[in-house]
């Protein structure tokens, strides 16, 4: 039955992984307003956006095996309601302390189900061309859905609430849940399969205290010890999984799984295009609202073009896959960004319309690089280990996210933080230097004179970090490309 329906069981899974993946991003467009209406502080600003996805990296490969041991089907429906009451938590959250806490909440749901989406996807296509460009599919959708969170974010915001672009879940996984249920095979299920929680908690705390050292080296403020101290932490927590993964007889990650050169280069394919994307589209939608003064409405329609040219390449890229081969593919898509990037960055001063056509190249670029790295991380593994593999994939798209806010975005608040360079009395404290936002803030409240020169003073900072963000971003894409043509091969190409 399942092989008759696979395009509707195609529609099940891809609907709920949009869910997933755009909560990533829905908040770089909210972001301004959730901080004026929680009073949230700037630390309290990154952990908004990150404890979803770095909650969701420590999860996935213990959901991975999960997924094995229980069944794909069985983990992806019972994740569904958690998601949708998660989002209902973080949509009336009062404070930034409890939607962070909701934030974390509504990881645990999509942990369960993002593993199962992909394992889904592999058991119910069996024809190769077919299983590519279902594949093409899945990551047109993981790729949209990360470029369209800004822009459903600034729709949702010019209408409604903040809380609406939660909200909006609890809908959509009410009308999916039933469907699921009835279509979706069962697939996996191996009782000799164990769940390892300890490993979990493990790569949990390590991913934690890496990412809280990497964002404190941007706050000026910050402490030795807590960069040292949280560094250590996170080293200790990562090198303890990876050794027991080493003895363990089925372990969470099979770490041979790396030999392969197509695998592990997906995987890198995988975490830098998450951190191009997530880190380029922060600071663009920051830099539209506080310094350029549009609204979310008008942010998400100067957006748009990236998740359009996202969504339009990623299949097209699973079906030129076979034809060309996987290193050609890479390779382009890895230019047509790095491309996009460069252009944004020598055009961020012109008129908005060349800056649309800039995202537009640099989203056909991550589109592309989508689809290949799924293809290269999923057709280089056994059949029996798709749960695992699909975790795995699911973690480096998760942790290029959460890098490229941390560091991109960290980036932006260290450059910007020691380039604004303020006369002596214009402001007491230390507050204008922590963001933008505070400045601002700062200058709401102060003579029309005073303001101007803080708000002046402030937008050029901020200018200086949005081109060191773009700029990394750039180099980064061209240094992954020259790593990838020595650990990528060429591939038979079917003419």
Request: with cysteine; net charge neutral; proline share 4%.
């Amino acid at each position: 039955m399942h092989v008759n329906n696979r395009w509707l069981v195609l529609a099940i899974v891809t609907s709920t992984l949009f869910l997933i993946v755009i909560d990533m991003t829905v908040l770089y467009t909210a972001l301004p307003r959730i901080m004026q209406e929680l009073n949230g502080t700037a630390a309290e600003k990154l952990w908004i956006i990150n404890a979803y996805p770095l909650v969701v990296a420590g999860l996935l490969p213990g959901a991975g095996m999960l997924s094995d041991r229980l069944g794909h089907k069985r983990l992806f429906i019972t994740g569904l309601p958690l998601f949708a009451l998660a989002s209902w938590c973080a949509a009336f959250s009062p404070t930034a302390g409890l939607l962070i806490a909701s934030r974390v909440f509504l990881a645990v749901g999509a942990a369960m189900m993002m593993p199962a989406t992909l394992a889904i996807v592999r058991h119910v296509f069996v024809d190769e061309r077919e299983r590519a460009l279902a594949i093409g599919i899945w990551a047109a959708v993981a790729s949209g859905a990360a470029a369209l969170g800004p822009v459903l974010g600034g729709l949702l915001l010019e209408y409604f609430w903040w809380g609406s672009v939660f909200l909006i879940n609890v809908p959509v996984v009410m009308v999916v849940l039933p469907f699921a249920c009835w279509l979706i095979p069962h697939s996996g299920g191996n009782r000799q399969r164990p769940f390892d929680l300890v490993g979990s908690l493990q790569i949990m705390f390590g991913l934690v205290g890496a990412v809280f050292a990497l964002k404190e080296l941007s706050n000026i403020n910050a402490s030795l010890f807590s960069v040292v101290a949280s560094a250590a932490v996170g080293a200790l927590f990562l090198t303890l999984f990876v050794r027991r993964q080493q003895r363990a007889a089925q372990p969470m990650i099979d770490f041979s799984l790396f030999r392969n050169g197509g695998f592990s280069g997906g995987v890198m394919i995988a975490i830098v295009s998450g951190i191009a994307l997530t880190g380029v589209e922060l600071v663009l939608t920051q830099r539209l609202q506080l310094v350029l003064g549009l609204s979310p409405l008008m942010s998400a329609l100067m957006l748009l073009p990236l998740p359009v040219a996202s969504v339009l390449a990623a299949p097209l890229a699973g079906v030129l896959l076979p034809r060309y081969g996987e290193l050609a593919v890479i390779m382009f898509s890895f230019t047509l960004s790095a491309l996009g990037i460069i252009c944004l960055l020598g055009l961020f001063s012109s008129a908005l319309i060349w800056q649309m056509l800039a995202l537009f190249v640099t989203g056909c670029g991550l589109g592309a690089m989508f689809t290949a790295a799924s293809t290269s991380i999923m057709l280089n593994t056994p059949e029996e280990k798709a749960g695992m593999v699909a975790a795995i994939e699911d973690v480096s798209w998760e942790l290029g996210g959460v890098l490229g806010v941390t560091l991109l975005g960290g980036m932006m608040t260290a450059v910007y933080s020691y380039g604004l360079v303020l006369p002596e009395g214009l402001v007491s404290g230390e507050a204008a230097y922590d963001s933008i936002d505070e400045a601002l803030r700062i200058a709401a409240g102060m003579g029309a004179e005073r303001a101007a020169q803080l708000t002046g003073l402030a937008y050029g900072a901020f200018d200086r970090a949005f081109l060191a963000v773009l700029g990394s971003a750039a180099a980064l894409l061209v240094l992954t490309s020259l790593v990838l043509r020595r650990v990528l091969r060429p591939v038979h190409c079917v003419k």
